[in-house]
């Protein structure tokens, strides 16, 4: 299982730093992303980071405002992100996947955590 924390709700041009921790395993071999779903939408990709954190991957949405990054054990995972704004408002997953590196594909990911909140509102 993975747990996501860190949500809740800024005012636009604010920030917020997601993590993403593992319970019952560790996540030092598994390349990680963030998705995200607002209400009515699909689920879509937000960013990507392979197994070794050489490879970072992001949609073009969030370029130069989200950084992906992973702990000194590469236990956690964070998503730095900055300059929010409305249209950043969405539930928030991180998710799992081995041997894809930084894929903006969901179905390459075989672990998906339960979501954080993140409202972006003034």
């Known amino acids: 299982q993975l747990q996501a924390s860190g949500g809740g709700l800024v005012q636009p041009g604010g920030s917020l730093r997601l993590s993403c921790a593992p319970s019952?395993?560790?996540?030092?071999?598994?390349?990680m992303g963030w998705f995200r779903q607002a209400p009515g939408k699909e689920r879509e990709f937000v960013a990507a980071i392979s197994w070794s954190g050489g490879t970072t991957h992001y949609a073009d949405s969030v370029q130069g405002r989200f950084t992906i990054s992973r702990g000194n054990a590469k236990n956690t995972v964070t998503l730095q992100m900055n300059s929010l704004k409305p249209e950043d408002t969405a539930v928030y997953y991180c998710?799992?996947?081995?041997?894809?590196?930084?894929?903006?594909?969901?179905?390459?990911?075989?672990?998906w955590g339960q979501g954080t909140q993140v409202t972006v509102s003034s």
């Open positions: 019952g395993r560790t996540l030092g071999t598994y390349d």
């Open positions: 998710a799992a996947g081995l041997g894809r590196g930084a894929s903006s594909s969901g179905s390459d990911y075989l672990h």
